[in-house]
Nanobody, 114 residues
């Protein structure tokens, strides 16, 4: 399975972005997926996860602002990010939730700045 994240960009504080992750391969619908982010000088962290049946979990730092969803027919997982803050600035990646055992894709840069 190969992962490709897209949708990042520069946005002002309080703005919104919608990230998308496309996955190749036939196992996508069988695995829980997550969105991770890595800010400069910090470790990569899991910010949102979704199970195969659509149950979700979020890091406290994004709860109420981010929404993860998936479309198993299209092999995609999406992260809707609202009320963005400068501390959300990072490179965002998708991977298997919690274990991240697939090869990392390139990620997509999100910059929140005025």
């Amino acid at each position: 399975v190969q992962l490709q994240a897209s949708g990042g960009g520069l946005v002002q504080p309080g703005g919104s972005l919608r990230l998308s992750c496309a996955a190749s391969g036939s196992i996508f619908s069988l695995i829980g997926m997550g969105w991770y982010r890595q800010a400069p000088g910090k470790q990569r962290e899991l910010v949102a996860a979704i199970t195969t049946d659509g149950s979700t979990n979020y890091a406290d730092s994004v709860k109420g602002r981010f929404t993860i969803s998936r479309d198993n027919a299209k092999n995609t997982v999406t992260l809707q990010m609202n009320s963005l803050k400068p501390e959300d600035t990072a490179v965002y990646y998708c991977n298997v939730a919690y274990t991240a055992w697939l090869p990392w894709g390139q990620g997509t840069q999100v910059t929140v700045s005025s």
